[in-house]
């Protein structure tokens, strides 16, 4: 399964701004935007240029592939479904990123990031409504339950968890049962739920070039 395995803080410089793909570090002094905030590559490369139509496109199409660490084809298959779906292409776009396994998994706080969450999802460590469910990229709907099984839950990582489980607030659409380690799926997120600064609109230009 093809992955970024570069550098993650040469992302949010290229964005210019914090993706939070390190977790808790990215709100730390050592974060990369509060050390360096310029973008990678040469100084000749990072004069002030004016960005085209095309190009704010791309970057905002970038920035939420990024945040969700999408690559290009799945993340292009994302947007056909959008597509099909009756509504407005860029919300569905949202929603359906939001309801990957592994996003869910890490709003849920079972993981500081969603490459974390990725890596535990593909373990094997969650069943979604009593089936093991290795697959990230896999599509929750409303009503599934997602639930850390029996055998990870003596892993000293969960131990750790369980002890600041639900200490974070959770994302309106989903609910969690601390003590028994699950989360359900109560609702379909809305735009209004997605506390991302991503202008979905510019990503439906893009693709319709």
């Not at 570090?25 to 360096?36: D, N, S, Y």
Request: proline share 4%; with cysteine.
């Amino acid at each position: 399964m093809a992955r970024y395995i570069g550098p993650v803080c040469k992302l949010c410089r290229r964005e210019g701004m914090k993706l939070l793909l390190k977790g808790d570090r990215c709100l730390t002094p050592k974060c990369a935007i509060e050390r360096r905030n310029s973008p990678p590559g040469p100084v000749s490369q990072k004069r002030p240029r004016k960005s085209s139509e095309f190009g704010l496109q791309l970057r905002e199409k970038q920035k939420a592939k990024r945040i969700y660490g999408v690559l290009e084809r799945q993340f292009r298959r994302h947007f056909d479904a959008a597509n099909r779906i009756q509504g407005v292409t860029g919300e569905n776009l949202l929603r359906i990123l939001e309801m990957r396994l592994d996003n869910v998994v890490y709003r849920l706080g079972f993981a500081d990031s969603r490459a974390q969450a990725r890596q535990l999802v593909r373990h094997g460590h969650f069943d979604v409504n009593g089936t093991k469910t290795n697959i990230p990229s896999f599509i929750v709907k409303q009503a599934d339950k997602i639930v850390l099984r029996d055998k990870s839950r003596e892993l000293d990582y969960f131990k750790a968890v369980s002890q600041s489980l639900g200490k974070h607030s959770t994302a309106s659409w989903l609910s969690l049962d601390a003590r028994s380690m699950e989360g359900n799926v109560i609702s379909q997120p809305t735009k209004a739920d997605i506390d991302l600064t991503i202008n979905d609109q510019l990503i439906v230009e893009f693709y319709s070039r």
